[in-house]
Nanobody, 121 residues
Framework: QVQLVESGGGLVQPGGSLRLSCSAS????????MGWYRQAPGKQRELVAL???????NYADSVKGRFTISRDNAKNTVYLQMNSLKPEDTAVYYC???????????????WGQGTQVTVSS
């Protein structure tokens, strides 16, 4: 069983930055692919970014060049650095994981509780 806890959400003005963190417990973190997903009101949950156990990354087209996903295996933590935020980035952001996952097999079965990101002036 894997437990995921997100943090770092909040209210930010357009053009601002936030860094989300997701701490994992319960298994060997380095073997897991980690992903960030988001869900805005009235919309389906969508992939934002993911990073595999080998360090390969994938991003949604809407966030390329603005968001960066990274992981610290020593701290069992994955990060999402979000720059140049736009109002359309407003959503609940969820952390997700799968053992040995890839862009094809994500999302995995484990989800965090979500953290709200609101971009507004």
């Amino acid at each position: 069983q894997v437990q995921l806890v997100e943090s770092g959400g909040g209210l930010v003005q357009p053009g601002g930055s936030l860094r989300l963190s997701c701490s994992a417990s319960g298994s060997i973190f380095s073997n897991y692919a980690m992903g960030w997903y988001r869900q805005a009101p009235g919309k389906q949950r969508e992939l934002v970014a993911l990073i595999t156990s080998g360090g390969s990354t994938n991003y949604a087209d809407s966030v390329k060049g603005r968001f960066t996903i990274s992981r610290d295996n020593a701290k069992n933590t994955v990060y999402l650095q979000m720059n140049s935020l736009k109002p359309e980035d407003t959503a609940v952001y969820y952390c997700n994981t799968r053992w040995g996952g890839s862009i094809v097999t994500m999302p995995g079965p484990y989800w965090g509780q979500g953290t709200q990101v609101t971009v507004s002036s």
